[in-house]
Structure formats: structure tokens, C-alpha cells
């Protein structure tokens, strides 16, 4: 079955520190993922997804299908960053259902 | 970006009673509505996808039944959980897109948050 897992429920650090959130996935064809990105009291929206290969707010993320990973990097931690992650999974044969993993909260102190 | 809405924002019901939670795309025709359940310090669970005129396709183990889900228009889903009772009671968040996910973005309503006592 398909799966998305973020082992990582809370991840700390200080401004200014390297970030990076980790996203498996379990899937033996062709993957689509995404990063969502809820920030206090706000709605899930789209931070950045494999295909578009871009940086949104400094943050990127590179799929490794050897690893099955689509780790979340970030070099410079800030304040703003603080909030949940969630990874996600399009399957090739119904590419409008996400998967969604369980999230890891990022706490950015100063 | 597009805007979907969800009404009501939060609702608290009495065990046996149903409840409608509406969900409208603002600005865009969403061809295609979802319709997500999250417990508390737990991953979204999609429930069904709804597509404009046709017939939810619900996830196994969704009791299609008992979250009845109406896709009237291209701008408004609902999900009435009927009969609800206490374990019912979650967040039940849905998001909308017009045309497919390769191509576009899926975007999420606020989510409403239900208690059933």
C-alpha cells in the first residue's frame, strides 16, 4: 500500500540553523510529491511539489527514488518558518489523491 | 491564490442528529472537490472525491451512507454526516481543484471542526 511517512513528529531549531524535514514514501511506480505547509491558525497550502523543481521561501526538496525520499532542506532557519509540514503522495494511477503524512512541526527560535 | 471557503466553521450537535458542512470554491470552477477527516495530532484521511455531477468515490472503510456527499455545481460540495455520533466528532477539512492535480493546484478550505455530544 501506498504510504508517506514523516518520522519526525517535532523538529527544533535556532534562527539561522540548516532545516531539514524528512518525507519517505512507499510506492513502486512513478511518484508525484508534494510539501503542504500549515502555519498558525491558517489553512494547508502548497509549498512546493517535485515537478516544478522550484525554491518557494528558500525552502527546497529533491526526490530520491533510490531512497524513496523527498527530504525538505532549508540552509537558514527563520522565526516565520515555524509551523507544520506535510509531505504528500500522488500515485501515478489516481493522480489527484494525496497521500498525506502524519506532519512535522518546525519551532524556529530566535 | 483561489479560495475555498467551508461553513460552518465549527458546529456542535446532539448524538443522532445530522449535520451539513458546505464547502465552496470562490473564484475558480472546482471540477474536482475532496473531502478530508483529521483527529487531533494526526494526518489528513481522505474521505472521497467528488467530481461535478456525478457520484463521491469514497475510501474504503468510509461509510458512504453516512457521510453523504452532494457535488451540485462547480462551485459547491457538501458532506452531511448523518446521525452522527460522539466519534464523529473531528476536523473535516475539503479542498477543490479545477482540472487535474499534474496540472494544477489543490487548494483547502479553513476546515469546520465537529463536536457531537
Known amino acids: 500500500a501506498q504510504r508517506v511517512t514523516q518520522p519526525e513528529k517535532l523538529l527544533s531549531v535556532f534562527k539561522g540553523a540548516p532545516v531539514e524535514l524528512k518525507c519517505n514514501y512507499s510506492y513502486s511506480g512513478s511518484p508525484e510529491l508534494f510539501w503542504y505547509v500549515q502555519y498558525s491558525r491558517q489553512r494547508l497550502q502548497l509549498l512546493l511539489r517535485h515537478i516544478s523543481r522550484e525554491s518557494i521561501k528558500g525552502f527546497t526538496a529533491d526526490l530520491n527514488k533510490g531512497e524513496t525520499s523527498f527530504h525538505l532542506k532549508k540552509p537558514f532557519a527563520q522565526e516565520e518558518d515555524s509551523a507544520m509540514y506535510y509531505c504528500?503522495?500522488?500515485?501515478?494511477?489516481?493522480?489527484?489523491?494525496?497521500?498525506f503524512g502524519t506532519g512535522t512541526r518546525l519551532q524556529v527560535f530566535p | 491564490g483561489a479560495v475555498v471557503s467551508q461553513h460552518p466553521s465549527w458546529v456542535i450537535c446532539k448524538s443522532g442528529t445530522s449535520v451539513k458542512i458546505e464547502c465552496r470554491s470562490l473564484d475558480f470552477q472546482a471540477t474536482t472537490m475532496f473531502w478530508y477527516r483529521q483527529f487531533p495530532k494526526q494526518s489528513l484521511m481522505l474521505m472521497a472525491t467528488?467530481?461535478?455531477?456525478?457520484?463521491?468515490?469514497?475510501e474504503q472503510g468510509v461509510e458512504k451512507d453516512k457521510f453523504l456527499i452532494n457535488h451540485a455545481s462547480l462551485t459547491l460540495s457538501t458532506l452531511t454526516v448523518t446521525s452522527a455520533h460522539p466519534e464523529d466528532s473531528s476536523f473535516y477539512i475539503c479542498s477543490a481543484q479545477e482540472g487535474g492535480l499534474r496540472d494544477n493546484e489543490q487548494f483547502f478550505g479553513p476546515g469546520t471542526r465537529l463536536t457531537v455530544l
Open positions: 504528500a503522495l500522488a500515485t501515478s494511477y489516481n493522480t489527484d489523491k494525496l497521500i
Open positions: 467528488s467530481n461535478e455531477g456525478s457520484k463521491a468515490t469514497y
